[in-house]
């Protein structure tokens, strides 16, 4: 077996070109399932962290937890009167003059952010309530795309904050700066209107309730899952391309194996009357296609890693970046060996079926 | 006998593996298609048909105006300027909201300028009466699959669909609805984020930007666009989008090439003696190389015949049910005339360098380098 195996992978370097167009080939569709699989993996991760345990009091139907929703701090004594006792209000918006500059804004209220946010901090220190004006935690992700530096300022809606700490979440909360409610709504020009009042979910308010005033409560990070269903239909159909990208080069891989075989079938031939038995011949060629799919699969790494470091998708403060994981790599790797299998099937089974007398008396047919 | 003869009589020797060559290239002739009609989709909405010289005011530290609230006094330093430089002036609300489970535009202004300022011509039923009546955009009806008759909860209230509108830009994906209607709904505050300026025929839209510009109620504080600028603005992740497509087409089209290169490179291993006698007989090396190429070029035409029919064929399965919408933004593959032209031209071309690419061998082998083969 070993022996035909190596024997395949000979035959097949004896056409260096013809391997590396059909791996290049083969490439393409696994290529595009990398880079579909790699945005998306890192667009669920970074906008679709539902939290059950809390729920988002907003403008009904806007998304609160980004932008849209402006809502008076009376609200508070609403959600009193429902039972929950201390209401955590955020500001939510995104500034900026243009979708390049903007940032993510959220203000918190320095006291209590932390009973609803986890954050690992990566320099610096939280904000707190005994911060001046003017100072800001920023994301991971923010400090990278404005080379914010810890004690250094940095320029939201025109004004200069200070980098009193940099955190990191792994959501879409890294791209945001947190400042202090007061300070939002000063920037903004709010008076005392915020955006969302956080509560405990499991009390009088269910999620999809609607309160008087135009309010309505979601479970936190809802705004986020919605963002990410504007998306689907794009990944649907650029998913569907790439399958047929992928039907399609298994069988111009099988029409090129087979051809190849043809090729080579007086020494096939040769092989089985020295004692290799028809299973042997299809290992041969299956060897072949793996061959190959393997290189396929190394050009597609080497492919997607390149273009999607260099075409993030860009707007309004956010970047979805490619991010290969597990379970893309498994998939991908599914893939090829099933292209690889797929296109070496049928020229492997025609061998195997072919009885010996057809393959050498079809060299001198 | 000419190359042209002989290739077809080659091609016809073995059909079978000319099928199979075809079938290979077609391939990626439909995913090249398919990636460049994507492209195409996105480059179209992208060049977003002209509204005139329409100026918008709104405040520009808000990346989405939902948040921003103009006040009355900058609708009122443009009426100042005067009917010479502006015929209408039109407030505009805006929010991008959750509609029966879908994020869209909810706009409301007053109706007598629905025509002129904000661009909409009514294209079924009628337009709504002041009240829990909207209308939606085509875009909107085709992709929400909402008709006439259609109830729609915004922002907890029941409103009902009497009509859906044609207009020019992102707003054909939008709600509309009367501002008296918003201001009963949302509320007396933050009613407008957009003041539309149309400006006079005649007046000189730079000339009526720079008066607003400078405008002690606007300048600072707010900024003034061409609604044409604004909209192409505000589109930069459609252009990652769009770039990323063509990067993919490309791709797809670089495909077709290796496609050719494949089918010549496999054609010329399996028959270097045969070739070796053309030229024996009297072919000259263009001559064969001749023979080659348009031996390539016949079966990239064959997979281009097979490849369209099948992409359009798939592009009409995809939309079976409507185009797919991105951000509010139809993504409706079509196999428009012209560009199959251009992707006709681009197969050729990509064909021949492939076939090129692997018949540069034969010019450089010797006819007895290929009878010993």
């Known amino acids: ?365 | 006998m000419t190359p042209l003869r002989l290739a077809l009589a080659d091609l016809g020797f073995d059909r079978l593996r000319t099928m199979l060559s075809i079938a290979g290239m077609a391939s990626v002739i439909v995913c090249a298609m398919l990636l460049g009609a994507m492209a195409a989709a996105l480059s179209d909405f992208l060049a977003v048909p002209s509204t005139g010289s329409n100026l918008i005011i709104l405040d520009g530290n808000y990346v989405d105006p939902s948040d921003s609230t103009l006040p009355d006094e900058v609708m009122r330093a443009a009426e100042a300027l005067g009917p010479q430089l502006v015929s209408r002036v039109s407030p505009l609300f805006f929010r991008q909201l959750r509609v029966n489970d879908r994020l869209v535009q909810v706009r409301a202004a007053p109706l007598a300028d629905w025509a002129g300022a904000q661009h909409l011509s009514l294209q079924s039923g009628r337009w709504p009466n002041i009240g829990n009546e909207v209308v939606i955009g085509e875009g909107l009806a085709d992709s929400a699959g909402w008709n006439l008759g259609s109830v729609l909860i915004i922002y907890g209230r029941p409103m009902t669909v009497t009509g859906t509108f044609r207009s020019p830009g992102v707003a054909f994906a939008a709600v509309y609805m009367p501002l008296e209607s918003a201001r009963d709904l949302f509320g007396p505050d933050r009613l407008t984020q957009i003041v539309t300026v149309q400006v006079a025929l005649g007046a000189d839209g730079e000339t009526v930007s720079a008066r607003l510009a400078a405008d002690p109620e606007i300048a600072g504080r707010f900024v003034v666009f061409y609604e044409d600028t604004y909209t192409r603005r505000n589109t930069e992740l459609l252009r990652d989008l769009l770039n990323l497509m063509y990067v993919g087409s490309g791709l797809a089209l670089l495909a077709v090439g290796m496609g050719a290169y494949m089918a010549s490179a496999l054609h010329l291993a399996e028959r270097p003696r045969e070739s070796a006698l053309l030229r024996l007989s009297g072919f000259s090396v263009a001559q064969v190389s001749a023979y080659l190429l348009l031996r390539t070029e016949m079966l990239a035409a064959g997979a281009f015949c097979i490849g369209v029919p099948l992409a359009s064929a798939w592009m009409s399965a995809l939309y079976a049910d409507g185009p797919a919408y991105v951000f509010n933004v139809p993504i409706r593959l079509t196999a428009d005339p012209n560009r199959v032209a251009i992707f006709a031209a681009l197969t050729a071309l990509s064909a021949f360098a492939g076939a090129l690419v692997s018949t540069a061998g034969l010019l450089r082998a010797s006819v007895a380098q290929g009878l010993r083969s």
């Open chain 1, 1 to 365: 077996m070993r022996s035909a195996m190596r024997l395949g992978l000979q035959a097949l370097l004896q056409h260096p070109w013809l391997l590396i167009v059909l791996a290049i080939n083969t490439a393409l569709p696994l290529m595009c399932a990398l880079l579909i699989g790699g945005y998306q993996t890192d667009m669920l991760s970074r906008y679709d962290t539902v939290n059950p345990s809390l729920l988002v009091i907003q403008e009904s139907g806007s998304m609160g937890e980004f932008y849209g929703s402006r809502i008076p701090s009376a609200t508070v004594e609403l959600l009193r009167a429902r039972g929950y006792a201390h209401p955590i209000p955020e500001i939510h918006n995104v500034t900026g003059a243009t979708p390049a500059s903007a940032v993510l804004l959220r203000g918190i209220d320095p006291a209590r952010y932390q009973e609803i946010e986890t954050f690992r901090l990566l320099y610096g220190r939280p904000l707190n309530a005994n911060d001046p004006p003017r100072a800001t935690m920023i994301g991971s992700q923010l400090a990278r795309n404005r080379d914010a530096v810890l004690g250094g300022p940095i320029q939201i809606r025109g004004r200069e904050f200070i980098v009193v700490g940099v955190f990191e979440t792994g959501t879409v909360s890294d791209f945001e700066a947190w400042v202090s409610l007061r300070d939002a709504q000063d920037l903004l020009g709010w008076d005392d209107a915020v955006s969302i009042f956080v509560v405990p979910a499991g009390g009088s308010v269910k999620p999809g309730d609607e309160l008087p005033g135009g309010l309505s409560a979601v479970e936190r990070g809802a705004s986020g899952r919605n963002l990410t269903r504007e998306w689907r239909p794009l990944f649907d159909l650029l998913g569907s391309i790439a399958g047929s990208l992928g039907i399609w080069s298994a069988l111009a891989l099988s029409a090129t194996l087979g051809r190849l075989t043809w090729l080579r079938r007086r020494d096939l031939g040769v092989m089985r009357v020295v004692g290799y038995e028809p299973a042997a011949l299809a290992i041969h060629v299956c060897a072949q296609g793996l061959a190959v799919a393997a290189l396929a699969t190394l050009l597609a790494f080497a492919g997607a890693s390149a273009i999607g470091a260099a075409s993030p998708l860009q707007t309004s403060g956010v970047q979805v970046r490619m991010v290969i994981e597990a379970r893309t790599v498994a998939f991908v790797l599914a893939c090829a060996l099933g292209i690889g299998l797929a296109g070496s099937v049928v020229p492997a089974v025609w061998l195997a079926r072919m009885p010996l007398s057809g393959l050498v008396r079809a060299e001198w047919a």
